[in-house]
């Protein structure tokens, strides 16, 4: 099993950056796929971005696609979401999740969840 926490969100201006953080529990994190997830009231929850586990090969929403860079420290248990050129069609609540798949990039293929940290972007 896997524990997840986000950290890192905040309030910024559009244009601005943030790097949001997930950190897992367990000595097996590098087994796991992990993906970013993101959900605004009323809406189902968005992907965002995947790094695969072993040889990692990534993946974007076109949304982000060029802005945002999803990247992984197995030894230190955290990946990664640094996202650039913000704007306020950003703003959401982002979650960290592990899956077991080799690439995942649906939110039914994740098994793991952290609590979700906010992001909100100015205008």
């Known amino acids: 099993q896997v524990q997840l926490l986000e950290s890192g969100g905040g309030l910024v201006q559009a244009g601005g950056s943030l790097r949001l953080s997930c950190a897992g529990s367990?000595?097996?994190?590098?087994?796991?796929?992990m993906g970013w997830f993101r959900q605004t009231p009323g809406k189902e929850r968005e992907f965002v971005a995947v790094i695969s586990r072993g040889a990692p090969v990534t993946g974007y929403a076109d949304s982000v696609k060029g802005r945002f860079s999803v990247s992984r420290d197995n030894v230190g248990n955290t990946v990664y979401l640094q996202m650039n050129t913000l704007r306020p069609e950003d703003t959401a609540v982002y979650y960290c999740?592990?899956?077991?798949?080799?690439?995942?990039?649906?939110?039914?293929?994740?098994?793991?969840w952290g609590q979700g940290t906010q992001v909100t972007v100015s205008s």
């Open positions: 367990g000595s097996t994190f590098s087994s796991y796929t």
């Open positions: 999740a592990a899956s077991t798949l080799r690439y995942a990039a649906r939110w039914s293929e994740y098994i793991y």
